[in-house]
């Protein structure tokens, strides 16, 4: 019952779904779970319908729990889920007579928000699952099961003004045609009486919408949706055969164009200033390519997206920025005001007397010849989910254009979307976001205990973090813990010596192409080293400045710039992980010791010199976190106990806890809390300081 791995959707030319039905699977399930299975088979298959798109109906014979008697029931995908990976309690329920009734209430379009207030009267079990707005195209409709989906060869027809036609012409009349209307109850009217007048329709293809079919069981439903969508995709892919697409190419795409996404997204985002900070997505997939480098870009992308489900993701239109002047950080700020500026003028056009106050009014989608698609978003799952919307977009507009011209959703209709009261509840139910939401943090020895409780925290309050750690095994195994955990969206790792100038650039590159920019740097890579100084061998100076001194200073300076760029914003945060010994001499470890005060000091000249670009750097200065420390489990832990004379087992745990004033032993976790309240807003007027965490060592206090 459970959603199969997603098929992804082929550039060109459209893909050609085919059934995925399993007799031997079916004949397990009970009538609501061959719902969920028709449901998950449709929604796993990207060819069918995009993400969180579609929703899937059946009415199922229920015993009433109040009356004990079997009344009709109608299942229906809840508000907000999809349909690809939900499970049973994705769905709302809902009395079939109750739904019908609601009728008596409807007086004409003008209640179609009224008539969604009543829906919960209707709920059947005091399922807490919420009905969508659809729900009338399916409780409507006189059929036992309902599919309406709305993939991209589905809406390339509804899109185009050779749409009507081409229903007409692939399927000789047994799929009916409505005329744009916005989803509620209205819809669910005109829908019903269409069918009613036109019985020997088997769909109706709604205009900007999608399709909307219907069956008698389970599996017939799933493949006569199927069917009609692969019908689609024969006839889209004939047309697209006679010509080239969007006019054909005018651009080339560019060889350095993850480089120059790396390096543009930063600044963009810099410029994005607003409530909340923005996270971002790159893509140069075939679509975004074809599209970007098109001789029709500037015409296509003026007029937005057609169906509803993509402009909500994507804003009213992309902004299209000038491959030539990418450096140009005034044009670049020049761009995204002007953007502002339109889509205020938008507002302003649009708003009702009731409408709720203008929304963030920067671009979502940003389109590059030569590079790609970039989106934006206040978290980084929204954010890739839009460039896949504005995928669907593209594909939609190419195959709308090979049949007649691509219309996009009328303006004053794309602001009554936006801004319906409605959705505006929606989000004002929406939990806060947690404290770190928006930010992006860099940690170097990421696979290390400190460094992988640091991320922890961060990833924990809501941040994006990139893990760079010289052992990519040991990095990638964290990382695809974290993705378990927090999800797959909101980690990456970079393999990453701090000593080589090259994988650190290509480590924060990749951070910004990823994730957009950088908010927080936690540079602790490190090794330690003990050994009198008559035994200390130039080579192990060496590797212990290379990686305490130079690690540290190479990871800032090439971090710098990305952290500048969110001056705007309110700044940004580096945090060195120091140690005791920075501050504390300590016989028989004379390079690490002094390799640590080297690093400290530096983030003391670099809270000067970033205080007027709002960097605020800070040093914890950790003692003997020996548990779940990757340097304790080396030479390291041997080296210390002969220092002292004792067993490096248990007994060097015991001797360090007693050493501290507190008798307590430090964890990885109390670094982490350290590094995240620095990290954080909460000591956003901290800066050129040190925390020690270490028990209490008199000898480390600062002075």
């Not at 491959?323 to 670049?332: E, F, G, I, T």
């Not at 959705?423 to 696979?447: D, S």
Request: charged content about 20%; aromatic content about 8%; glycine content about 10%.
């Amino acid at each position: 019952m459970n959603a199969q791995t997603p098929i992804s959707a082929a550039a060109l030319p459209f893909a050609v779904p085919a059934s995925r039905w399993d007799d031997s699977v079916a004949a397990t399930l009970s009538p609501a779970e061959l719902l969920l299975y028709r449901s998950n088979l449709l929604g796993s298959d990207l060819t069918v319908t995009n993400f969180g798109g579609g929703n899937t109906s059946a009415k199922l014979s229920e015993m009433d729990p109040l009356t004990g008697q079997s009344v009709k029931v109608l299942w229906v995908k809840g508000s907000g889920g999809d349909i690809g990976s939900m499970k049973l309690d994705g769905f709302a329920t809902l009395y079939q007579n109750k739904l019908l009734a609601l009728e008596s209430h409807y007086s004409g379009p003008d209640d179609d928000d009224k008539m969604v207030g009543f829906l919960p009267h209707c709920t059947f079990n005091l399922n807490a699952r919420a009905a969508s707005i659809d729900t009338p195209l399916h409780s409507l409709l006189p059929f036992a099961h309902v599919d309406h989906v709305h993939p991209d060869a589905i809406i390339a027809l509804a899109a185009s003004s050779g749409g009507e036609a081409a229903t007409r012409e692939i399927w000789g009349g047994k799929i009916g045609w409505l005329g744009w209307k916005r989803p509620g109850y209205t819809l669910g009217v005109m829908l019903r009486d269409y069918v009613a007048a036109n019985p020997h329709v088997e769909g109706v293809m709604l205009a900007g919408h999608g399709i909307i079919c219907w069956a008698d069981s389970a599996r017939t439903c799933y493949e006569h949706t199927v069917g009609l969508i692969a019908d689609a995709a024969n006839y889209l892919n004939g047309k697209l055969a006679e010509k080239p697409a969007f006019g054909g190419a005018i651009a080339t795409s560019s060889p350095d164009r993850a480089a120059i996404a790396a390096d543009l997204m930063p600044r963009l985002r810099g410029q994005m200033t607003g409530a909340r900070r923005k996270l971002g997505h790159w893509s140069d997939d075939a679509e975004a390519m074809e599209f970007v480098n098109s001789a029709e870009l500037e015409r296509l992308a003026a007029l937005g997206t057609s169906c509803p489900d993509h402009f909500l993701r994507t804003k009213i239109a992309p902004l299209v920025l000038d491959p030539a002047r990418l450096q140009d950080d005034a044009y670049l700020a020049e761009k995204i005001a002007a953007y502002r500026d339109l889509y205020a003028a938008y507002y302003e056009r649009c708003k009702r007397p009731n409408s709720p106050a203008m929304r963030d009014p920067n671009p979502v989608v940003v389109l590059v010849p030569g590079v790609g698609r970039i989106t934006f978003a206040t978290d980084k799952t929204t954010a890739r989910l839009a460039g896949e919307f504005y995928g669907n977009a593209i594909n939609v507009m190419r195959g709308a254009e090979a049949i007649g011209h691509y219309i996009a959703l009328d303006e004053q209709e794309a602001f009554d979307i936006e801004y319906w009261l409605l959705e505006e509840a929606k989000l004002q139910r929406m939990p806060a976001p947690k404290p770190m939401a928006g930010r992006i943090a860099l940690v170097t020895g990421g696979a290390g205990g400190i460094g992988a409780a640091t991320a922890a925290r961060l990833l924990g309050e809501g941040a994006c973090v990139m893990l760079a750690d010289r052992d990519g095994d040991a990095v990638e195994e964290v990382r695809a813990g974290f993705a378990r955990q927090f999800g797959k969206d909101v980690v990456r790792a970079a393999t990453c010596d701090v000593t080589d100038e090259a994988q650190v650039s290509a480590a924060f590159a990749a951070c910004a192409r990823e994730f957009g920019g950088l908010d927080v740097l936690v540079a602790n890579a490190g090794i330690a080293s003990s050994a009198p100084i008559e035994e200390t061998t130039v080579e192990l100076w060496d590797r212990n400045y290379d990686v305490l001194a130079k690690g540290y200073f190479l990871t800032a300076r090439v971090a710098w710039p990305l952290l500048k760029a969110m001056k705007e914003q309110g700044g940004t945060s580096v945090v060195f992980i120091g140690s005791k010994n920075a501050v504390a001499a300590a016989a028989g470890a004379s390079a690490y010791a002094s390799a640590k005060a080297a690093a400290n000091h530096l983030a003391r000249c670099l809270a000067l010199e970033g205080a007027p670009d709002g960097i605020r750097v800070n040093v914890v200065n950790p003692d003997a976190v020996i548990r779940g420390s990757r340097i304790w489990d080396g030479d390291w832990r041997k080296e210390r106990a002969g220092t002292h004379g004792i067993d490096p087992g248990a007994e060097l745990e015991e001797h360090y806890r007693q050493r501290s004033m507190l008798k307590r032993d430090v964890l990885p976790e109390d670094i982490a809390e350290a590094a995240y309240w620095l990290a954080s807003e909460a000591s956003a007027k901290s800066t050129g300081n040190m925390i020690n965490v270490d028990a209490g060592n008199a000898q480390a206090f600062v002075r």
